[in-house]
């Protein structure tokens, strides 16, 4: 392209552009340029560095052979994954117990005072039976299995495993159309949709990246664990013996995280073949050398970055949706609660997919924080009549089995908690990143179109073989 | 007075963010993967009586405009002009972390070079002569191990010397190829002479001839908008951007 040297056009920087393509004759210089840094740094480096023993550097990498190799790589990747659930599920199953008794005798005591001050019906309601126990809830049910998963992920993260999980599924990727990076974005997914998104930025090019976005609500992140853990415990893992228990309910989560990576393989093959149509680019990555983890200061900082700060979020959150449950659950129209009448509305829907109208309340509700679903359907269960007093995880198996559930109901909230759109925070950072109502659009529509379907296919099948 | 600003650049998974850490005093979770830092975060420190703010950029192999992280790094050099630019080296793998090095020096000369995991090249039976580098790339080379807090005193004696201007360093330049020479030289001077000396014109004319699309429209940007009211991410401590 031909261009004047210098002329008096309104942009200087537009005749600088148009000099500098006339001084390099349109040849692409990048290739030279980068050859020639490179040779400058290995001047340097046969200058200032010696090594004593090659082999030596070598040594690091021997863990590498047998955890990124070809026959024990996924196997030792899910016998990891397994045992951590498996950590998860049993350390937390006991405090859970404490803290919701203990909120039980607070909860009593309050009432009592309550009583002494003659406080009216609905303040009690409104505060104690709405705001402390929908709070005292999210605790409980939340706070264990938070404070167990994240150190131990936090401690395989600075072990430097993350980046051998990328390397082994890179094949995956790469043949479903994206990136291998995706991978690790879909790990920080574990952690958190919202953080993972704004991790996708290591991915750098636009297409790979918004398949690893689109695709990232489909592993549970820590708003969603609570329910999958709970329910597969309560209502999967029942026939099995004690002794086996964890380990039952440890293979069904460990069932849905699978469920949800075929799910994430399978929508980006899709939408690389459609909408989002490419090749996919090479990249470099980076097995760095592993690391012993400082262990206290990894165990004491993700319990305060990430534990707190999502339980923190949770009661935030759980609070005044306790009090608006509880309102809604009291005021009646027609012999009816609003909840009630509102729960009835979806509930042909719900039916169909298996599940019920409080449910699909309970999701839509809790679009802010997939932290308050369960909670918020265990406040709609509760103040529809059956008042239960919750302070046990067999009480709240009780308050289900009243309400009409199965084992299909279980396994399709599970599902469809899986699958079904991001939280509004991650959907607030996909439009940040994106700046696209489009996509942001797409990755809520997408998500639930799919839940929709599968637990839909589910029920159905269920319901024709006439397993329930 | 104002505090120095203190930019943090390097490779990923040098350890930037444990040397960010370690001087700051703030305790940002870090990991052992490529690309964990994805949005500059921001803290402060005092070294013998003078502040300094220090941001941590992303984690890049390269500053030519592949991605948005090296975008965010390279805007920053480039147009927030920090005091002082810490490249931070991974000690076990030199040849590679150089480029980076002299890709930052060719952006401004306020730079002091850290060379970390100088506990793990140890291990592995790796020597550095820190001086060698130090005469090759002009500038103040430290050899620092950020984990076991090692040389973090040398480190903030150079880098105060450089905010403070009584060291001016001289980065010896890398010398392309002829034809590219002859090129830089002939655009230099219209850089110059358009752009005067807010930005460096040898990288600006290397930039240019590299025809480098994004590094233009910052560019363009940055000159129409004048005053800087620049939006900047960052991450607040004690609560992070997620949940």
């Known amino acids: 392209m031909d261009a004047p040297l210098a002329t008096n056009t309104a942009d200087p920087l537009d005749s600088l552009l148009g000099a500098a393509r006339t001084i390099s004759h349109g040849a692409p210089i990048r290739d030279e340029l980068v050859s020639d840094i490179y040779s400058r740094s290995r001047q340097i480096c046969k200058l200032a560095v010696q090594y004593e023993d090659k082999k030596k550097l070598q040594s690091t990498y021997k863990l590498d052979k047998i955890l990124t190799s070809k026959i024990w790589g996924y196997p030792i990747m899910f016998a990891i994954l397994g045992v951590v659930f498996w950590i998860t599920i049993t350390g937390a199953n006991v405090p859970s117990g404490w803290i919701a008794d203990f909120f039980g005798v607070i909860e009593g005591y309050l009432t009592a005072g309550f009583q002494a001050v003659h406080a009216p019906a609905w303040l009690h309601g409104v505060l104690v039976l709405g705001f402390f126990r929908g709070t005292a809830w999210v605790i409980s049910v939340m706070l264990p299995p938070m404070a167990i998963f994240f150190p131990v992920f936090a401690l395989l993260e600075n072990f430097g495993y993350l980046p051998r999980v990328a390397f082994n599924m890179d094949r995956l990727f790469k043949k479903s159309g994206g990136h291998g990076k995706q991978a690790l974005t879909m790990s920080m997914g574990f952690g958190c949709n919202a953080a993972a998104i704004l991790s996708t930025r290591i991915i750098e090019s636009p297409r790979e990246r918004m398949l690893a976005i689109l695709t990232n609500n489909f592993v549970p992140c820590n708003g969603r664990w609570p329910t999958l853990i709970l329910l597969s415990s309560l209502f999967m893992a029942a026939g099995v013996g004690a002794g086996l228990h964890s380990l039952a309910t440890a293979g069904v989560v460990m069932g849905m995280v699978l469920f949800g990576i075929i799910v994430t393989l399978t929508v980006s093959w899709v939408l690389s073949k459609t909408a989002l149509r490419g090749v996919p680019t090479h990249y470099t990555l980076e097995l760095p050398p592993y690391r012993r983890p400082q262990i206290w200061k990894t165990i004491l900082l993700s319990s305060r970055d990430k534990s707190l700060n999502v339980l923190t979020r949770a009661v935030v959150v759980a609070a005044p949706a306790g009090v608006i449950t509880w309102i809604l659950g009291n005021i009646f129209i027609g012999g009816d609660s609003i909840l009630a009448h509102m729960a009835g509305f979806f509930e042909p829907f719900g039916h169909m997919i298996g599940l019920d109208g409080y449910i699909i309340m309970a999701f839509l509700l809790g679009l802010p924080a997939n932290e308050i679903v369960l909670p918020i359907l265990l406040m709609g269960y509760m103040s529809s009549g059956a008042m239960v007093d919750a302070d046990g995880l067999d009480n709240i198996k009780d308050i289900f089995l009243q309400h009409g559930w199965t084992w299909l109901t279980a396994l399709n909230m599970m599902l469809f908690s899986l699958l079904h759109y991001p939280c509004g925070t991650t959907l607030f950072n996909i439009y940040k990143e994106t700046k696209s109502v489009k996509w942001t659009v797409l990755s809520a529509v997408i998500p639930l179109g799919i839940a929709i379907a599968v637990t839909f296919i589910v029920a159905q099948t269920a319901r024709w073989l006439g397993w329930v | ?243």
């Not at chain 2, 952006?107 to 039976?125: F, H, P, Q, W, Y």
Request: aromatic residues 6%; charged residues 25%; glycine residues 6%.
């Open chain 2, 1 to 243: 007075m104002r505090p120095y600003t203190v930019a943090l650049a390097g490779n990923p998974n040098t350890g930037k963010s444990t040397l960010f850490n370690t001087l700051t005093g703030l305790r940002q979770h870090t990991g052992n993967w490529a690309g964990k830092t994805v949005v500059s975060a921001e803290g402060e420190f005092i070294h013998e009586d003078t502040a300094f703010r220090m941001i941590d950029l992303p984690g890049t192999y390269s500053l030519y405009s592949n991605s948005a992280d090296e975008e965010v790094a390279r805007d920053y050099i480039i147009f927030e002009q920090p005091d002082v630019t810490i490249v931070v080296l991974d000690a076990t793998s030199l040849e590679r972390n150089l480029n980076l090095a002299l890709q930052v020096l060719e952006m401004t000369s306020r730079v002091v070079v850290c060379i970390n995991l100088m506990d793990e090249a140890k291990k592995l039976g790796i020597r550095v002569d820190t001086d060698q580098i130090e005469r090759q790339l002009g500038v103040p080379v430290v050899a620092v191990s950020a984990r076991n807090k090692t040389g973090i005193d040398t480190l903030l004696d150079k880098v105060a010397e450089i905010a403070s201007g009584s060291h001016v360093p001289k980065p010896v330049p890398v010398i392309y190829n002829d034809d590219i020479e002859k090129k830089i030289a002939q655009l230099e001077p219209l850089i110059r002479q358009t752009l005067g000396d807010r930005f460096p014109a040898r990288w600006v004319a290397l930039r240019l001839l590299d025809e480098d699309e994004s590094l233009i429209s910052s560019l363009r940007a940055k000159l129409h908008e004048q005053p800087a009211t620049e939006q900047k991410e960052e991450i607040r401590y004690g609560r992070t951007a997620c949940h």
